[in-house]
């Protein structure tokens, strides 16, 4: 099979375009920009003759590849997030395409002191040869999950030029909010129909992930007690401080995400804000076993608690919310999903790892939804940062696989 690709092309274009989605926002999408890489995919789907491409109120683009044999394969599902995150701005991207990496330091122009190392990124050890691409330095690349988007367009493209390739029918997913735990809040199952689906959101090349973090969020609220700050003595209690003083009282050697790995789990303020009277700190648990999350948030919760009983006037609330579960569960209950997966890699002419992942893609909750859903390598690395990168060649060969899974599940099924 020959493959003459669009991947690059289109990643240099949808990256410049700014998505970043916003937690503190009530609409949805949170950030009305999202649609902006929305009205631009569905065009491009529109032009490849993919009559029914659509951006929904909601932000979410979906589109049909029409089945092109007699046989009655499942329908599938490929998804990619348009969101960056918020933790790094996405105004403004400057692209920069770094090619046939030579080895040794690569030079973000506009900030060297971004500057990629190998010795901080030993992933680029295996890219000598290969294209690399960039921000400026000034802000994030956006490759996750943009990078998954161009795939998908590009083994899009390709189904449709190529009518040779049978396959069955496919349902193309574009999500906004992602990166802030909403992706799939408002994604119509009715209306997208697919049996199976793969999200298109890993990072190196070859990798398959069939298992992720077990996660709920905790807002944890102080209430503290007020007076003039001249006539406070023994009498004002600052919920500032005493949140300060639960944070404080966290270990520092274990449970954080500073201090685990694999398979450990944590628990892991991101946010404080408040006064006086009352200030609250939201957190993040996670853990790959459902039940180890209850346990966290008890010894979370102790914490707390063991601090504010100091305070007579104080008081606090402790509020536990799902976010998504392990998918594993669901997973191994199809096994096929996860095996024709490792042929279409190896088909690709990759080794096929099969690993976990430390975070939780729209395929966690899609899942628990009635989509049983893995995560294909994307190629993206350093994501939500400004050193993040991607390699050209690891995004072709994340289309081919799309390619190659379309034929798999159609030679497979009778």
Not at 266 to 285: D, T
Request: charge should be negative; aromatic fraction near 6%.
């Amino acid at each position: 099979m020959s493959f003459t690709h669009t991947v690059l092309e289109r990643f240099l274009r949808y990256v410049k375009i700014d998505t970043q989605s916003d937690p503190a926002s009530t609409t949805f999408p949170s950030t009305m920009k999202q649609k902006d890489l929305g009205k631009v995919l569905v065009d491009e789907l529109l032009a490849m003759g993919i009559a029914d491409a659509l951006l929904d109120e909601h932000g979410y683009v979906y589109a049909t590849i029409p089945s092109n044999t007699d046989k009655l394969v499942p329908v599938l599902c490929f998804c990619s997030h348009m969101d960056t995150s918020p933790d790094c701005t996405g105004k403004g991207v400057n692209p920069q395409v770094h090619a046939k990496y030579a080895g040794g330091e690569l030079v973000l122009k506009n900030a060297p002191d971004q500057n990629l190392r190998p010795e901080d990124h030993p992933e680029l050890l295996e890219q000598v040869g290969n294209d690399i691409v960039t921000s400026d330095g000034t802000t994030l690349l956006g490759a996750d999950n943009k990078a998954g988007v161009a795939e998908i367009m590009d083994a899009a493209h390709y189904l449709m030029t190529h009518p040779e390739v049978k396959h069955g029918k496919i349902r193309i997913l574009f999500t906004p909010d992602e990166e802030i735990g909403r992706g799939v809040d408002k994604v119509d199952m009715k209306k997208l129909g697919a049996a199976f689906g793969y999200t298109m959101d890993g990072a190196t090349r070859g990798h398959i992930e069939d298992e992720t973090f077990s996660a709920d969020g905790v807002t944890l609220t102080i209430y503290g007690h007020s007076t003039h700050p001249g006539f406070a003595k023994g009498k004002m209690q600052s919920a500032i401080k005493i949140a300060s003083q639960i944070i404080g009282s966290l270990p520092r050697d274990k449970q954080s995400p500073e201090t685990t790995e694999k398979k450990e789990g944590f628990f892991h303020p991101v946010h404080i804000e408040g006064g006086i009277e009352k200030a609250v700190v939201k957190f993040i648990i996670r853990d790959f076993e459902t039940p180890g999350l209850a346990k966290l948030e008890e010894q979370l919760k102790a914490i707390a608690e063991k601090v504010v009983k100091h305070y007579d006037k104080a008081r606090m609330e402790f509020v536990v919310s799902e976010q998504y579960r392990n998918m594993k569960g669901v997973l191994d209950q199809h096994p096929e999903v996860m095996n024709y997966a490792i042929e279409a890699v190896e088909r690709a002419g990759l080794k096929a790892k099969r690993t976990s992942i430390r975070g939780g893609t729209d395929g966690s909750r899609l899942s628990y939804m009635g989509l049983p859903c893995p995560n294909i390598f994307a190629g993206e690395h350093a994501f939500h940062s400004k050193q993040e990168w991607v390699s050209v060649q690891d995004m072709e060969k994340a289309a081919e696989v799309i390619v190659h899974l379309a034929q798999i599940w159609t030679e497979r099924t009778k």
